[in-house]
């Protein structure tokens, strides 16, 4: 089971905590995107983002266009997603892997 949590030691609660089950994690998770005790890391969801898709900016925000995160740069080189939203863009990748999904069966379906 993965367990995507906040952790700024600035704050004595955590709130955001998204644990997902067994099997449904984000397509791509690699060793080094979960932390011990399967805390997925700052740089793991952007590991996971980046292979999801390029950043597309417009190139005098460091906001990709596309989901939001925060980039590297106005260039939008790669993902630095804020600690914050860990959980928003865990939930943005799996809308993306569902319509994708969708996409698919529709694809063999309509044949």
């Known amino acids: 089971m ?3 949590q906040e952790l700024d030691p600035r704050e004595p609660s955590v709130d955001a905590t998204t644990t997902t089950p067994p099997g449904t994690e984000p397509a791509g998770v690699s060793p080094g995107t979960i932390g011990r005790d399967g805390v997925l890391t700052v740089s793991g969801m952007g590991s996971l983002l980046d292979a999801d ?3 597309a900016t417009n190139g005098r925000m460091a906001i990709c266009r596309r989901c939001g995160a925060h980039t590297d740069g106005p260039e939008g080189r790669q993902h630095v997603p804020g600690l914050r939203q860990l959980a928003r863009y865990d939930e943005w990748l799996r809308a993306q892997s569902r319509s994708r999904h969708v996409a698919r069966v529709s694809a063999l ?3």
């Open 2 to 4: 993965t367990t995507i």
């Open 53 to 55: 898709h390029l950043p």
């Open 109 to 111: 379906v309509s044949r």
